[in-house]
């Protein structure tokens, strides 16, 4: 019986050896990712004041009013903008 040659693997960092990738096997378990619920309180107001300055923009625009009533100061471009800011910031505050 004749031996076959072995191969001799040599590669440009003059190794001799092959490294093979790991075998996990098929099931990997998923990673725990723990999240931190959203203060719902601040979500709730933020939701509220959004709601409310769309009621109050569409009360001036439909009685009448000028569209530049909508920007002045306690107007209600400034409580939906009240009310993102309250929303995002109740993402991250647990």
């Known amino acids: 019986m004749q031996?076959?040659?072995k191969k001799v693997y040599k590669d440009e960092w003059d190794t001799d050896f092959r490294e093979a990738y790991e075998d996990r096997g098929s099931f990997r378990p998923l990673k725990v990712v723990t999240r931190r619920e959203p203060n719902r309180w601040l979500g709730t107001l933020g939701g509220l004041l959004?709601?409310?300055?769309?009621?109050w923009g569409t009360?001036?625009?439909?009685?009448?009013?000028?569209?530049?009533?909508?920007?002045?100061?306690?107007?209600?471009v400034y409580v939906a903008?009240?009310?993102l800011a309250i929303s995002v910031l109740a993402k991250y505050v647990g």
């Open 3 to 5: 031996e076959t040659p």
């Open 50 to 55: 959004i709601v409310g300055a769309i009621c």
């Open 59 to 76: 009360y001036l625009i439909t009685s009448g009013h000028a569209p530049v009533e909508l920007t002045k100061f306690p107007g209600p």
């Open 81 to 83: 903008g009240a009310g």
